[in-house]
């Protein structure tokens, strides 16, 4: 959705340019299709300079060309919760947002607030896949002793094809079990 009165980069449209390929907000990578007739004429760009990336949708369709971001049926993993266990132990909690399952292996990283990466490790959810809108509950094994601001990213080296990229990376002020630093 862009706000009225916002600016969006357009980057393509369809063959018959009733739908735009549009970049929101302009410097984010976040990609989308909006119908011509929801932008101001005078702002848009010449059509004709516009490369034809897509077949124009079926009638009576809102969602946009075959292909885009909105018709994918893709997973959306994010981190949802991050809780720290009385024995110091990190157990953080994945979500899939998305409207696709996700089965196979993802990156999980947590750092410092400061940069300090306090663990990486991978999980595997090839043999239990992650069906949409469900959680998987991650013991990372990491000890937290210390209260801060942690961050805590999955899937930090994108190795995923998302519906959002934008939702991977939570930061949580987690309370330390105590004990030395």
Known sequence: MIPAGREARVTGRTEDGAWLRVVYPSQSGIEGWVPRANF???GLPSL???????QAPAAGSASGPAGSVEGDALPDLSVASAEVQPNGNLVVRITNEGRAPFAGRVGLQVSSADGEILGVLEVNLTSQPLAPGRFASVNTGIEVRRTGLFVIEIDHVNSVKESGEF???RRVLLVGAGGSP
């Open 40 to 42: 101001v004429t005078d």
């Open 48 to 54: 004709a300079s516009l490369p034809s990336l897509a």
């Open 167 to 169: 939702n991977n990376v």
